[in-house]
């Protein structure tokens, strides 16, 4: 009964204070994505120590790895580096939140449907009707729509538990879109670096007409043009997969949440009927 207690104690703090779980869940992404921004801090000055230290340095796949870390940091520049920084850690931030909290365990939470069968079979509508309205949770919503507008019959309760049920799949939809959002913005991103690189590099040829550009002058645009598309690729891939796993459990908890409340309400269609 104490876990119980907890449980259901931590689902009304998330739920009375989302933001609060959000700035949570944004601290999680700063310490998981914070040693990687750390490497990107420090890359160009150890890419640097690496120029000067050739000569003694004996492990080769540790200066290629080095390298390329500052390669992709020196290609993103100031302006695409903090965009794809931002993205990452917000989408780190959503994923963290959506698997929290698609869960049936806290959506639908079973000490709530045992509770409220038990104040049913005893005929204590009152208290069973209390109980769902003071649990903050998908089930919860449901039953104390179905259980206000029992007065009404069962057919307004029904219809009721319906609409109660639409909202609040369309709250979890709405949430999960912005995971989808990012999934949709960061190859955009990727695409306007890479047009933007291929613009610079194309500038830099026609500033000197009939002179070949030296390689090393093109490779500037063209690295920003590669590595932005890459990054970008790299953000919407787990988003996209990410989106599409949550909208497949969405699907399932709305369907549990269904027929669950129809087997707990169920009782009251037999009533009406006679």
Not at 77 to 105: D, E
Request: net charge negative; with cysteine.
């Amino acid at each position: 009964m104490a876990a119980g207690a907890c449980r259901a104690d931590g689902r009304s703090r998330w739920k009375a204070n989302p933001w609060r779980t959000f700035g949570r869940a944004v601290l999680a992404a700063c310490l998981v994505a914070g040693p990687c921004l750390a490497a990107l801090t420090i890359a160009p000055a150890v890419a640097v120590a690496q120029d000067g230290l050739d000569e003694e340095m004996t492990d080769e796949s540790q200066g290629q790895s080095v390298n390329l870390l500052a390669y992709y940091a020196g290609a993103l520049g100031w302006v695409f580096g903090p965009v794809f920084l931002i993205l990452s850690f917000v989408l780190v931030a959503l994923l963290v939140m959506c698997f929290l909290q698609l869960r049936k365990t806290v959506l639908l939470p079973p000490a709530l449907s045992e509770q409220f069968e038990q104040h049913l079979e005893a005929k204590e509508y009152q208290p069973a009707y209390e109980l769902a309205r003071a649990d903050d949770s998908y089930l919860g919503h449901v039953l104390a729509a179905g259980m206000g507008k029992l007065q009404s019959g069962y057919p307004a309760a029904v219809e009721a538990m319906q609409e109660a049920q639409g909202e609040e799949q369309m709250k979890l939809e709405h949430k999960i879109s912005y995971v989808s959002l990012i999934g949709a913005l960061a190859p955009l991103f990727g695409l306007l670096g890479t047009v933007t690189g291929m613009v610079d590099s194309f500038s830099k040829i026609a500033a000197n007409p009939g002179v070949a550009p030296k390689p090393d002058q093109l490779a500037s645009g063209i690295s920003q043009a590669l590595v932005t598309t890459l990054i970008g690729l790299w953000v919407a891939i787990p988003a996209i997969a990410c989106f599409a796993l949550f909208k497949n459990w969405l699907e399932d908890i709305n369907s549990s949440a269904s027929e669950e409340s129809t087997r707990l309400m169920g009782r009251f269609q037999s009533v009406a009927k006679k």
